[in-house]
């Protein structure tokens, strides 16, 4: 089961996966607050509100959520294949990648309300961002959105109660409170900087692509952070890694 998850060990995944949440939460926050309530990283939000401009005949606002869904959709799938093929870099190599989309969307033109050029690249990395690490069962952790984090914990407890929850429920508070910390600590920034404050969830992101780098280097092969081994995210159970 272990050779499934990303990475295999958990002394180093639940770390990194509440740290990534954490910097979710903040660059949603940042970017709800600049984009004139435009989430970042909650689908489930832009879709409701994409919706709702179709049943308008609101075609800007139909064009805005739709172009941003489309985007984060987007860096899904390149996460996906950029996961796939970078082998034990993984970590590291989607951790550069992210943080510098967080640092070049303050130097993309603000575009139009339909077309948020602005807000694309954040997008762009949040959507890369979950597929950075995978549970035991070879899923993607749900890094940057919080509605599957609670369905799962609610799921979880009812398990306790039957048997015995999977061994992903105890990271579900975890992940909960740091998107939510970072939500809090994100709308703060905002507050003090305004759009600079992007640069923070960057530096962030720079921070853990270092540490993940030198741990790979330090320790090649070791499953605390890298694996040749463990499929791309949320591929079949029969899928051989990509990179051997």
């Given at each position: ?145 919080v509605t599957g984090t609670v369905v799962r914990f609610g799921a ?43 640069l923070f969830p960057a530096g962030f992101a720079a921070f853990l ?25 949320d591929a079949h159970p029969d899928s051989p890694p990509t990179t051997?």
């Amino acid at each position: 089961m272990s050779e499934k998850a990303f990475p295999a060990s958990a002394t180093t995944r639940i770390p990194f996966a509440v740290a990534l949440a954490t910097l979710a939460g903040t660059a949603d926050s940042i970017g709800f607050l600049e984009f004139s309530q435009l989430f970042m990283s909650f689908m489930s939000g832009n879709t409701t509100r994409f919706g709702v401009s179709v049943s308008s005949f609101d075609w800007t606002g139909t064009t805005r959520f739709g172009s941003v869904i489309a985007m984060f959709c987007f860096g899904a799938f390149l996460g996906t294949l950029i996961a796939a093929w970078s082998g034990r870099w993984r970590l590291s190599t989607l951790l550069i990648i992210q943080a510098g989309l967080f640092a070049v969307g303050l130097y993309v033109p603000f575009g139009s309300d339909a077309f948020p050029l602005h807000a694309y690249p954040i997008v762009l990395a949040l959507g890369i961002q979950n597929a950075t690490l995978q549970d035991e069962a070879g899923r993607s952790l749900a890094l940057t959105y919080v509605t599957g984090t609670v369905v799962r914990f609610g799921a979880g407890l009812a398990n306790m109660l039957l048997h015995e929850p999977a061994p992903s429920f105890w990271l579900q508070a975890p992940l909960w409170a740091g998107l939510t910390g970072g939500a809090i600590g994100g709308g703060f920034l905002h507050h003090l900087y305004g759009e600079s404050a992007f640069l923070f969830p960057a530096g962030f992101a720079a921070f853990l692509a270092v540490v993940s780098l030198g741990l790979t280097l330090a320790l090649p092969g070791s499953k605390y952070v890298s694996s040749d081994n463990a499929p791309q995210p949320d591929a079949h159970p029969d899928s051989p890694p990509t990179t051997r």
